[in-house]
Nanobody, 118 residues
Framework: QVQLVESGGGLVQAGGSLRLSCTASGRTDTSFALGWFRQAPGKEREFVAAISTRTGRGYYKDSVKGRFTVSRDAAKNTVSLQMNSLKPEDTGVYYC???????????WGQGTQVTVSS
């Protein structure tokens, strides 16, 4: 089991920035990657970004490339998502998730709300 707790959401104007953080605990050695997903009202949850726990390489949804940066502090078991140049379409509940070595995202945080006003 991996427990995940997000923080850092809020309300920001378009063009602004927010930084989300996620603290992992439990069997963090079973995490192949840590990812961020979001869900807008009336839409399905979608992948935003992820970072490999082995290589530190980041992966991004096309629409956030160049604006979002995912990073990890292995010593603190935290993963962060720096979001710049935010757009109203970035609005949603953002979830942190742990990807196991089998490839599936098995564990999820409770989510944190991000609202970008136009």
């Amino acid at each position: 089991q991996v427990q995940l707790v997000e923080s850092g959401g809020g309300l920001v104007q378009a063009g602004g920035s927010l930084r989300l953080s996620c603290t992992a605990s439990g069997r963090t050695d079973t995490s192949f990657a840590l990812g961020w997903f979001r869900q807008a009202p009336g839409k399905e949850r979608e992948f935003v970004a992820a970072i490999s726990t082995r290589t530190g390489r980041g992966y991004y949804k096309d629409s956030v490339k160049g604006r979002f940066t995912v990073s990890r502090d292995a010593a603190k078991n935290t993963v962060s998502l720096q979001m710049n140049s935010l757009k109203p379409e970035d609005t949603g509940v953002y979830y942190c998730s742990s990807q196991g070595f089998g490839g599936s995202y098995d564990f999820w945080g409770q989510g944190t709300q991000v609202t970008v006003s136009s």
